[in-house]
């Protein structure tokens, strides 16, 4: 018989111990070190649950086979969501299992009941099981949402065994929700459900069931207040893809970001809109994050940014004030803060712009995060244009990054950037000397003002101050 093992986990991170501690050595998070026993190994509706290391059996000898042979594109099934299929990289991929990770109530079961409910209709087999709800809370959603015609099979059940054992007595589902994984708990583990052993011990036997059966397989996951999935983050190496649904309640906007995807591209986004009706798509993210700029304000600048593929502007708010306090506040909303003291340190070493002592806030419109670094330059020009109390051109864009010498770096994609900004009726750009290539300007109608230095962006706001500031149509007010 195997031996059973006393060993302490951490809730939050995963760190195993030899011995409890108040605080995990791993995350540096007090009280979730937990005593776990590990069960023996098993089996799971025919599919074995771990490795056998307590039997003496040797082990078979695996072919190998070269590198180079045919390559087959791996099957997909599109949700019908465009916004959804856009961030999987094409459709749900058939033996795959996914992540999809929100803070409660951001709507992660709206959406996938609306993708199994568009599935279903379109003659697939869908399965939802809720371990959260019972089968009559499901179905008042799905009422609410006018999906209950819909062939959806529903089950709420949390026990991994008897949802192998459903799910192999009858014909291959299509698609597999599990609503969600910290609910589930499996009678190879001996632990309390939703802690670390039986969250990854679950996890293990569901993806064991996909890629055997070939069935997609989605995983919900709770975050923590960090805004990481909970339990151990070994279970985002073990999927095939991670979502994670951003977005807050005071606004209706929600963003569905890939952060990692075997078979397709990371830090794709979706945009969906929170209705009566259950999420919508947003045809146009860029007038999302735009708001309503007013022409006339200092400290607002646009930057033309890039999620994944897909090209967004953002606007960006600069608020430079004189301090009344000894050291001066930095608050950043959906930026890098030390990426904004590089900012302010390389405009005072190399423009001559003195912020030492004024508070800095900084904030990104709409609720979007912005992590790339081509936002350098829009972060300063509106950070100079708040300090000067000099407005921008509201027709222009801005993109490039900055260095510690003060010199202004080409990035990516900057024709994708220009034609979204042209596209949104933009007149110019600012941005990096060298971004284009002679053949994209010529399919390029917007102009591109050309800024090699961050001194020169300095000296361009300062010479907008001695032009008279055009007045906003009626309709730009």
């Known amino acids: 018989m195997a031996k059973r093992m006393n060993r302490f986990v951490c809730q939050n991170c995963g760190s195993v111990t030899a011995r409890w501690a108040g605080r995990c050595d791993g995350c540096g998070e007090w009280n979730t070190i937990a005593e776990e026993i590990d069960g023996p190994p098993g089996s799971v509706g025919g599919i074995g649950a771990g490795p056998r290391t307590a039997s003496g059996r040797k082990g078979r000898v695996i072919p190998l086979v070269p590198l180079e042979g045919d390559v087959k594109e791996a099957p997909r099934i599109q949700s019908g969501l465009a916004e959804l299929d856009r961030v999987t990289g094409g459709g749900f991929v058939r033996g795959s299992a996914i992540l999809v990770g929100g803070e409660p109530g951001i709507g992660k079961s709206t959406l996938l009941i609306q993708a199994c409910a568009v599935l279903a209709k379109r003659g697939h087999h869908v399965v939802y099981v809720s371990g959260e709800e019972a089968v009559g809370q499901v179905r008042l959603r799905a009422d609410r949402l006018g999906l209950s015609s819909a062939p959806v099979k529903l089950a709420a059940e949390t026990s991994v065994e008897d949802i192998l054992a459903t799910l192999s007595a009858g014909p291959t589902p299509a698609l597999v929700v599990i609503d969600s994984i910290q609910t589930l708990w499996t009678e190879l583990a001996e632990s309390a459900p939703g802690t670390v052993t039986q969250v990854r011990t679950a996890a293990q036997s569901l993806i064991r069931y996909a890629k055997a059966s070939g069935a997609t397989v989605v995983l919900v996951g709770h975050v923590t207040k960090d805004g990481q999935i909970a339990g151990p983050r070994v279970l985002e190496h073990m999927v095939d893809a991670v979502l994670y649904f951003e977005g807050d309640g005071a606004r209706q906007y929600r963003l569905l970001r890939a952060v990692k995807n075997r078979f397709g591209a990371t830090d794709e986004i979706g945009v969906f809109e929170m209705t009566g009706l259950g999420l919508q798509e947003v045809a146009n993210p860029s007038e999302l994050f735009l708001g309503d700029r007013d022409g006339r304000s200092p400290g607002a600048a646009v930057f033309a940014g890039m999620e994944g593929s897909r090209p967004l502007l953002m606007e960006i708010q600069a608020l430079v004030a004189p ?86 770096r080409p990035v990516a994609r900057a024709d994708q950037r220009m034609k979204e900004a042209e596209r949104l009726g933009f007149k110019a750009a600012v941005g990096p000397a060298g971004s284009l290539a002679d053949g994209q300007r010529a399919a390029i109608g917007l102009p591109l003002v050309e800024i090699d230095t961050l001194a020169g962006l300095v000296a361009r706001i300062a010479a907008r101050a001695d032009r008279p500031v055009r007045p906003l149509k009626e309709a730009e007010r």
């Open 323 to 408: 301090t009344s306090l000894g050291t001066p506040r930095r608050a950043v909303v959906g930026w890098d803060s030390s990426r904004l003291s590089m900012i302010l340190a390389v405009l005072e070493a190399h423009c001559g712009v003195r912020l030492g002592q004024h508070d800095v806030y900084l904030n990104v419109a709409g609720g979007m995060r912005i992590q790339e670094p081509a936002a350098d330059l829009a972060v300063a020009a509106a950070l100079v244009s708040s300090l000067s109390g000099v407005p921008l051109a509201v027709d222009s864009v801005h993109f490039g990054e900055i260095g510690l010498s003060g010199a202004v």
